[in-house]
């Protein structure tokens, strides 16, 4: 052992291994491994799990530390490195954009290809599509990739898709984004008030046809959104996962926890997900902010804050900011309704992380660090391992069906994808707050990528782009 020690010192290329962490507590929520070992890596991939020595070129002691697989993040609309960032700090190694989704899937996967920081992937996005159908958005607008195109301030989201040609131009688009990469389809009725529920019914109709997921945010903020959500899967026989139901039920949660419960265990593909804040964030110009919204979201003007000042608003800033566009941070739920939905073992965790800007959002730094830290350390919610599946192994199986490569995320196992969060269950702790935005989180030092580390010693590491597409088949199968 000591000559292969100096061996290795002297000459580094005699390493068998690219990397090496080492006494680790490894936690793996698809075998239930929950003990020291030894994690060696090499291509980008788990190599070995020992309890025996192994010789890398580089080594991270992480003893004292738990060992996990990357987080996967379902709900992501950070769509740059400068989002990506905080998003690795908080433990996380693939950030999709799924809710919302792109309007020109190549477009979006070719910008990041070789530069990106985290695995990265989208949906088609239904809301941009239906304005390009209703000749609302000039297809040159829906190639530019940002995030809300068909949302915002767009006029196709009061108009309804009716006719046959519509329809037809409306499927052309979504499948096209399915040939080119889409891991489902994004569909947002919430933001779309003249999207009918015929027409929503006949997407979840083309998914199902397709084999397809949908991702929701589904319409209201009670039970109504839910109810339409399942009656769409049991009618067309599509899988659907609603996204951030902590925002979408509100008061409901409970009803819509035993509603999805009710269905999964009749065999409906449905799944959701939530993140440990109570506040959301979104664009004050949306239809969430129409007529009736105080009534609606069950909040005042004093709950709402702007993002780039920080300020919470009156009748009259409301009104100046309405008209000028941008993001603000909705105060609207209770602590015991996050308690709630986290605390149900199907419920994943997802950001919903909003594109970067210094007071956005803390969830975009903070979400992974906040659940381990404060609801399972200190509010004992859910166990470690449980946390750590619904963060990993529940959303790369959500994915499997259409991309197979998911199989080799979500898991250390030998062969696995080697994307590693090395955390300390301790201390780890989001430091965000509303009136800071995100910060990097803390008890996360050691975040690995493909192999590659990008965050070491909780510091990130320059210059590395290891991300790679997480793609979906449609049309290879």
Known sequence: MALAKLLLLAFPAFAQYDLAIVNGRVMDPESGLDAVRNVAIKDGKIAAITT?????????????HVVAPGFIDLHSH????????????DGVTTALELEVGVSAMKSYLDTRAGKALLNYGATISHAASRGIALKEIPPAKADVIEVGVGLRGDNSRNMTV?????????????????????????VVPAYLPGATRTEVFKVYQMAARWKVPIFTHIRGRGEEGVQEAI????????????????????????????????????????????????????????????????QQLGVTYNDLQWQATGERLTKETFEKYRKQGGILILHS?????????????????????????????????G????????????????????????????????????????????????????????FDAATVRDTGTYQTGPKFAEGIPHVIVNGVVVVENGKTVPNVFPGTAVRGIYGVR
């Open 333 to 365: 739920m209770k602590p015991e309704w996050i308690k709630q939905v986290l605390a149900s073992p199907f419920v994943m965790i997802a950001s919903d992380t909003m594109p970067y800007a210094a007071g956005a959002h803390p969830r975009g730094g």
């Open 162 to 186: 009716t006719k046959d040609e519509e329809f037809s131009q409306l499927a052309y688009l979504l499948e096209k984004g399915l040939k080119e990469g889409a891991l489902g389809i994004g």
């Open 78 to 89: 950070g769509l740059t490195n400068a989002a990506n960032e905080f998003q690795a700090h």
């Open 231 to 294: 009656a769409n899967a049991i009618g067309t026989g599509a899988s659907v996962h609603i996204v951030h139901l902590n925002s979408s039920s509100r008061g409901a949660v409970l009803a819509n926890l035993e509603m999805i419960a009710g269905a999964r265990k009749r065999g409906i593909d449905v799944t959701t997900e939530a993140y440990p804040y109570t506040a959301g964030s979104t664009f004050i110009e949306s239809a969430l902010f129409d007529d009736g919204w105080q």
């Open 52 to 64: 025996r020595a192994v010789t890398a070129k580089k080594t991270i002691d992480a003893k004292g």
């Open 367 to 422: 979400t992974f660090s906040k659940v381990l830290g404060e609801y399972v350390r200190e509010l004992k919610v859910a166990t470690l391992m449980e946390a750590i599946r619904r963060m990993t192994l529940l959303p790369a199986q959500r994915l499997e069906p259409l991309a197979p490569q998911m199989k080799n995320k979500g898991r250390i196992k030998v062969g696995a994808d080697a994307d590693i969060t090395v």
